[in-house]
């Protein structure tokens, strides 16, 4: 997925490893079952770069975090086998031309952001655009790469005390929590219940009354139309536009020049 061998080597190494355990387990062995985890693949990128010389430039972080991401995709497979989910597959190829994006799975030394510019090892730097102001300590640098611009997103881990106003030792209020469901929206310690506002159930009575009342208006004014057109007509006078008359709570008939105009 990265690069050369490395690439083509975590998916290819996952699926033998199954095909060869599916065998065994038909050959009725079972002691020699070994299924790869992700630090076994750990244990093999030490073997993949000293084959690629293009591979050991890539930093040592960013090699592990394609094992990561195949090592999730199969237990997200293996969950929905679990829950009997139709449909599953395991982790397949991606295209080259299609893997766009990178992870360095920490900040520091190895990924970092310095006067306004994106620090990556191995790659350079990057200068940033629009780089929102964020509170805690960064994580996982995130690189998309498009046709043109570098997207880079990066998660922060703030602590309780930046984010939230604690609770002062001397505060009279009692302790209180809350908890989400089914049934209700949210539940209280005091087992109090509180439902989302619901406006469409509580004002659907007034919207059929406001939709009918436009629904007239818009017949009226058709109508008016009409009659002023055939009128125009009948007297050799032009008749204005129907975007031109206005809207009324009581459409009448207006007056021949409120809506007319002569040639």
């Not at 890539?58 to 139709?86: I, M, T």
């Not at 920490?106 to 990924?111: N, Y």
């Not at 208006?217 to 009948?234: D, M, S």
Request: aromatic content about 8%.
């Amino acid at each position: 997925m990265l690069a050369g061998g490395y690439a083509t080597s975590c998916l290819p190494d996952r699926i033998e490893n199954r095909a060869a355990n599916k065998l065994l387990k038909q050959q009725g062995v079972t002691e020699d079952l070994h299924y790869l985890s992700q630090s076994d693949q750990y244990a093999d990128i030490i073997e993949y770069v000293s084959h690629d010389t293009a591979l050991s430039k890539v930093h040592s972080q960013v090699r592990q975090n394609v094992a990561v991401r195949v090592d999730e995709g199969y237990k997200r497979f293996f969950d929905a086998l679990k829950e009997g989910r139709a449909n599953v597959h395991p982790s397949k190829f991606i295209e080259r031309k299609k893997y766009h994006s990178i992870t360095y799975p920490q900040c520091g030394p190895a990924a970092k952001i310095k006067n306004g510019k994106l620090l990556l090892l191995g790659l350079g730097e990057f200068r940033l655009f629009d780089l929102p102001q964020g509170q805690g300590e960064a994580q996982d640098p995130y690189g998309k790469v498009q046709a043109g611009p570098v997207h880079c997103i990066i998660t922060a881990e703030a602590q309780e005390k930046d984010v939230l106003d604690l609770i002062r030792p001397d505060d009279p209020r009692q302790d209180a929590g809350f908890d989400t469901g089914l049934t209700a929206l949210l539940t209280d310690s005091e087992g109090n219940e509180y439902d989302p506002p619901k406006a469409w159930y509580d004002y659907r009575a007034r919207l059929r009354s406001a939709q009918k009342k436009m629904s007239r208006q818009f017949e009226a004014r058709e109508k008016q139309y009409e009659v002023l057109a055939a009128r125009a007509k009948a007297e050799g006078r032009r008749v204005s536009p129907l975007k031109d008359i206005p809207y009324s709570n009581r459409p009448e008939v207006p007056d021949q020049g409120s809506c007319e105009t002569p040639y």
